[in-house]
């Protein structure tokens, strides 16, 4: 869109059927729905005024997964709507590069198209990863991509993988009351989080009745008719009615044809590319999940507005942050931006952390979302914020006011602002002046 308010002539290929991506068919979008839905039936659940009623919620899978889909048609309804607006055509086919300024489509019917261009942009994504040796076709092994087309009644899961993808679902097929192992190949959960954040995930997954196994590293997988086993190099087996593969995912860059133009993508299929999102040949960008992390659709949209502006040649666009708050959707939520406390300490930054615990704040109370906590992180000489982390219920939209205060420069980047500001009540906004006003007074 970018480029084409600038009046370039563009085109897009697209793999698939339907505009979208990834994020909309496979990933973020039907993963969040289902989500929100299994979210929302556990909170009817859990609310003591509908028990004394007795009013319950349940849902089969099939229900669920009804619903993801009339978001996912919805949001391809709307992109493509964007397209055909701004007379963008889109090819459907498999693209591979001839040479440096040349691509051929090959469509499903197999006739092909040949597109020539003076740059172009790789947003081709990612998928997840799959060892050789599991067999991901049978009925009973799932990746993130293939989980949600589960359609059996399960009662028990092993996740092999407890990063975001891990976690996300082990906090969602607990909330359906699926019996839940969670196998961590390393010592914590999440460890590029705050130590305090990951504690609280951990208690409250433990909790919830989730176990988590950490240090342990699968040895080989058994498909059984009922079930699948995981053997684990500790020599424990763990037999559930489902296995979900999350460890790790690989970049959409094989077929591409990447050769014919030089261009040499890592083992994990991630394409390098500078700081300004160009590869090694300077008209070639790529953007999105298929250069690796950060891999958030909120960062990819950013990169490829930002490889259009370059194309276009606005040499004064500021090059995408790296400071982007990263949102976990976990029950409750987990949102991050900014230093954790062991990039201070491990600086000798002299910082001081405010709290504020959502079982204090009345809108929590209110709600009954009392799970949680907002942290600020400030210098204690400068006041400035130095890093927001926040577990509870909307994690990911309370960390934007704190995002908005951070990408000021100092002195307008302060701890004062929360104090001295007057947010409506009773919200979860007044958590950040909770944190503030506790992280204050403790200064001496």
């Known amino acids: 869109m970018q480029a084409v308010k600038s009046g370039r002539s563009v085109a897009i290929i697209e793999r698939e059927a339907a505009v979208g991506g990834n ?8 993963s969040k729905t289902l989500r929100h839905s299994i979210f929302q039936m556990a909170e009817v ?3 003591v005024l509908f028990r004394e009623h007795g009013i319950t919620a349940s849902f089969l ?11 996912i048609e919805q949001q391809v309804k709307m992109r493509t709507t964007f397209y055909d607006r701004n007379d963008i055509p889109i090819v ?13 489509a090959v469509t499903a019917d197999g006739s092909r198209s040949v597109v ?56 969602m097929f607990r909330n359906l009351e699926i019996k839940v192992n969670l196998v961590n190949t390393r010592d914590r959960l999440l460890d590029f989080l705050d130590e305090e ?46 296995l979900l593969w999350a460890a790790g995912r690989t970049g959409n860059s094989d077929g591409l044809g990447l050769e014919a133009i030089g261009v040499q993508p890592d083992t994990r299929g991630n394409i390098p590319v500078n700081q300004h999102m160009q590869t090694v040949v300077p008209h070639i960008y790529a953007v999105g999940d298929v250069i690796g992390p ?19 040649g606005e040499e004064s666009a500021p090059t995408p942050s790296l400071d982007i708050p990263t949102g976990i959707y976990t029950s409750p939520e987990i949102s991050s931006l900014g230093k954790t406390e062991r990039e201070l300490t491990e600086a000798k930054i002299p910082y001081e952390v405010g709290h504020a615990h959502f079982k204090s704040i009345a809108r929590a109370q209110i709600t009954g979302q009392t799970v949680g906590m907002l942290k600020i992180l400030f210098h204690r000489e400068t006041l400035e914020v130095l890093g927001i982390h926040c577990f509870g219920a909307n994690a990911s939209e309370i960390i934007h006011i704190g995002q ?23 919200t979860m906004a007044e958590a950040y002046r909770v944190a503030a006003l506790n992280g204050y007074n403790r200064l001496f």
């Open 294 to 312: 950060p891999a958030l659709a909120s960062a990819a949209y950013n990169q490829g507005r930002y490889a259009a502006t370059k194309i276009i």
């Open 23 to 30: 994020c909309t068919h496979h990933g973020t979008i039907p």
């Open 92 to 104: 459907h086919g498999d693209a591979h590069f001839l040479d440096p300024h040349t691509i051929e």
């Open 61 to 71: 899978i099939p229900d669920l997964r009804r619903r993801a889909k009339s978001v």
């Open 45 to 47: 659940n859990s609310n």
């Open 197 to 242: 954040i990951v504690d609280a995930l951990s208690y409250h997954l433990r909790e919830r009745g989730v176990i988590i196994r950490h240090r342990e590293e699968y040895d080989r997988v058994e498909p059984c008719d009922d079930g699948a086993i995981l053997h684990l190099k500790s020599g424990k087996q763990l037999k559930t009615d489902v």
């Open 404 to 426: 908005a205060i951070m990408a000021q420069p100092v002195p307008q980047n302060s701890l004062m602002y929360f104090i001295n500001t007057t947010f409506n009540y009773p």
């Open 116 to 171: 020539r261009g003076k740059s172009f942009v790789i947003a081709t994504g990612a998928r997840p990863y799959h060892p050789p040796e599991v067999d991901f076709k049978h009925p009973r092994i799932f990746d993130s991509d293939s989980i949600l087309n589960l359609d059996l009644h399960v009662k028990s899961i092993t996740i092999y993988g407890a990063g975001i993808i891990g976690c996300e679902y082990a906090s």
